[in-house]
Nanobody, 119 residues
Framework: QVQLVESGGGLVQPGGSLRLSCEASGSIDSTYVMGWYRQAPGKQRELVTTITIGGRTNSADSVNSRLTISRDNAKNTVYLQMNSLKPEDTAVYYC?????????????WGQGIQVTVSS
């Protein structure tokens, strides 16, 4: 069974930090491009950042070094380190895994995890 399981979310004060984790299982292996997306209330889901097996990252223009993605291929886990959090970072964060397989896009999503930045 293919699964992406996120953890590490919660409530944090402005300026605080959180680290999200996403563990992949099933047929998702390290060749997948892993990523994080987020959806704030009343807004569309947007890209935060992605990372390839080789560690190449692609981040949204609005994302600076405050949000950093990394992956442990041996553990099939991807992380999102979030520092200096702001209220506008409040959203449901989703883990994704995607690859092109025989010409088709194969894509999986986690169930999402809430991050709330508030005093």
């Amino acid at each position: 069974q293919v699964q992406l399981v996120e953890s590490g979310g919660g409530l944090v004060q402005p300026g605080g930090s959180l680290r999200l984790s996403c563990e992949a299982s099933g047929s998702i292996d390290s060749t997948y491009v892993m990523g994080w997306y987020r959806q704030a209330p009343g807004k569309q889901r947007e890209l935060v950042t992605t990372i390839t097996i080789g560690g190449r990252t692609n981040s949204a223009d609005s994302v600076n070094s405050r949000l950093t993605i990394s992956r442990d291929n041996a553990k099939n886990t991807v992380y999102l380190q979030m520092n200096s959090l702001k209220p506008e970072d409040t959203a449901v964060y989703y883990c994704s895994a995607r690859k092109i397989l025989m010409g088709w896009l194969v894509e999986y999503w986690g169930q999402g995890i809430q991050v709330t930045v508030s005093s």
